[in-house]
């Protein structure tokens, strides 16, 4: 989730960052919570101007199999090797519409690693890093299927499947590199009409291209879809129940699947969780003041170091805030060089972005202190364009994943758009200002791409009960930039099983993080099934 960006493949050189980066919940658009099949009632008009949580609650599919589902539910998969050792891959059907399972199929890739022993097998584990738009292949492969726990890889078939339209299966695609180039840069603090027209015109030619890649697709990516295409893995893979470890978006796909399906809901390890019964806006002011949260964290901390270029140990929290505006100001007025190949400057909204794209993980907080330092006092502005870069997945040659164009089709279908018209983003600004005096501009203006979407939302904000499921496990960092750890809170009192697990401490997301605490009751309960107490907290 943050603003209309998105990214994973980090050049800094820590494999934690990646994988924060990887779990990154972006606020690109809706921050996305919200999907189909909510109970009758649930109100339409919660989405746009409300900032109301839902009342209505996500109603369970019948416990059997439909018929015209089985050829789905009953296909073999053909694994065949994914040229990365140790790793097999296959193809998956599955209906584009579960309404009309018989026009038409969207094929999903499948990855795993077996498990390796010793000890009994338990089944196949699920892992999602989030997004929306994350490849969960990705993940598996540079992540989770070599860095989670030994024993955890020994005992179960590391599992993943990318998406309906995310990365293998059917990618959305909207612009080519350089028009994201272009995009990118474009402005998301306009001074006055003209470059309010800008951002507008940048964010209906995002849509448009959206539009015309991927039409059919495009009106079914939702989370709930998603959610379904989940169950049919599961029952492939041979596994009564699905266990399953999401992070950041993954957690609201992983909460849905549980509202859906709670008969066949095996471990679940919700991290970095979102609240699915907010509106598109309240979740975007909210994920907001995250950052804020976070950003108040790393300025602390920059002020001890000897080479915060944004004060010394006298300045407060507040003025580096004020500090890092006035750069950012200074940007919008005159852009860096910052050596790139294709001519590109640091900007204001790219320099935001890498920015808040350290603010995931405080093992970049050393990095993005030297790449302000070239910044701010050498007019070199390579360290934060690379740190964008990396948040938005720009490759080397100048192209991009697809996970930003994953993120909005997913968003924008799953609520209503946040804000329908720029006087809506300028009557919310002093709020999202107050939320946060250096990103609240910026990302309020971010959450109108939605408002120009070529395809009506189908979801609505809604809660998630999952009665009768097995114990879930939701984690919250009390200082998480992109879920904030009320929401993880919110989810938890939601969810009829729901146990809360806190970790103290900053970072999105907790698992595998350098915390024993957090990890020792993850895997225990992983391994054995027996969740950790409500209300444990870890540091």
């Not at 997004?131 to 024993?151: D, M, N, V």
């Not at 330092?373 to 990396?390: M, N, P, Q, R, Y």
């Not at 408002?451 to 499921?469: C, D, N, S």
């Not at 009390?478 to 900053?506: C, F, K, N, V």
Request: aromatic share 8%; net charge negative; glycine share 10%.
């Amino acid at each position: 989730m943050h603003t209309r960006r998105t990214h994973r493949r980090t050049r800094t050189g820590s494999t934690r960052f990646r994988a924060a980066l990887l779990a990154a919940a972006l606020l690109a658009t809706a921050c996305s919570a919200g999907g189909a099949s909510t109970s009758a009632g649930s109100p339409a008009a919660e989405a746009a101007g409300s900032t109301e949580a839902a009342t209505a609650t996500l109603t369970p599919l019948p416990k059997g199999t439909p018929s015209e589902l089985a050829p789905y539910y009953e296909q073999k998969l053909g694994w065949r090797d994914c040229g990365v050792p140790g790793f097999q891959c296959a193809t998956m059907k599955a209906p584009l519409d579960y309404a009309k399972p018989t026009e038409g199929d969207v094929r999903l890739a499948v990855a795993r690693k077996k498990a390796t022993g010793p000890g009994k097998r338990i089944g196949s584990l699920l892992v999602n890093p989030g997004g929306p738009g994350g490849s969960a292949i990705g993940y598996l492969q540079q992540y989770a299927g070599i860095g989670y726990p030994a024993k955890v890889r020994a005992q179960y078939d590391m599992v993943a499947v990318d998406p309906r339209g995310v990365a293998r299966s059917e990618p959305v695609e909207c612009l080519d590199g350089r028009e994201m180039d272009a995009y990118t840069q474009t402005d998301v603090t306009p001074d006055d009409a003209d470059e309010t027209d800008e951002l507008v015109d940048a964010y209906k030619k995002f849509a448009e291209g959206c539009g015309a890649d991927a039409p059919k697709l495009l009106r079914h990516v939702s989370t709930v879809e998603a959610a379904r295409d989940m169950d049919v893995l599961r029952a492939v893979l041979g596994d009564e129940k699905l266990n399953y470890v999401g992070a950041s978006y993954g957690t609201f796909l992983g909460a849905t699947y549980a509202g859906l399906f709670p008969d066949r809901t095996g471990r679940l390890v919700l991290d970095g969780a979102m609240d699915p019964s907010l509106p598109a806006r309240r979740l975007n002011l909210e994920q907001t003041a995250g950052f804020e949260t976070a950003f108040q964290s790393f300025a602390k901390d920059c002020v001890k170091q000897p080479d915060c270029p944004l004060g010394d140990k006298g300045t407060t929290p507040d003025q580096v805030g004020k500090n890092l505006k006035s750069f950012f100001d200074d940007l919008d007025a005159k852009p860096l060089p910052a050596g790139d190949a294709d001519g590109r400057k640091l900007t204001e909204s790219l320099a935001t972005t890498g920015v808040i794209a350290a603010m995931y993980d405080e093992g970049a907080w050393q990095q993005l202190r030297e790449s302000l330092t070239s910044a701010v006092k050498e007019k070199d502005g390579a360290g934060l364009l690379i740190l964008s870069d990396s948040y938005y997945e720009r490759e080397a040659d100048g192209g991009y994943s697809n996970l930003m164009f994953a993120n909005a089709a997913v968003n924008c279908l799953d609520l209503p758009a946040a804000f329908t018209s720029p006087d809506e983003v300028r009557k919310a600004l002093p709020d999202f200002e107050k939320a946060s005096p250096v990103f609240g501009e910026g990302l309020a203006w971010s959450s109108l791409n939605c408002a120009y979407w070529p395809v009506r939302p189908t979801g609505e904000p809604h809660r998630i009960k999952a009665a009768g499921a097995t114990p879930i496990v939701v984690v919250g960092t009390t200082r998480d930039p992109a879920t904030p750890y009320r929401w993880a809170e919110a989810l938890a009192d939601q969810l009829s099983s729901g146990r809360l697990l806190t970790y103290e401490g900053d970072g999105h997301t907790a698992y595998g993080r350098g915390s024993a605490c957090i990890d020792s009751a993850i895997n225990t309960y992983l391994l054995t099934g027996t969740a950790p107490k409500d209300g444990k907290r870890c540091s």
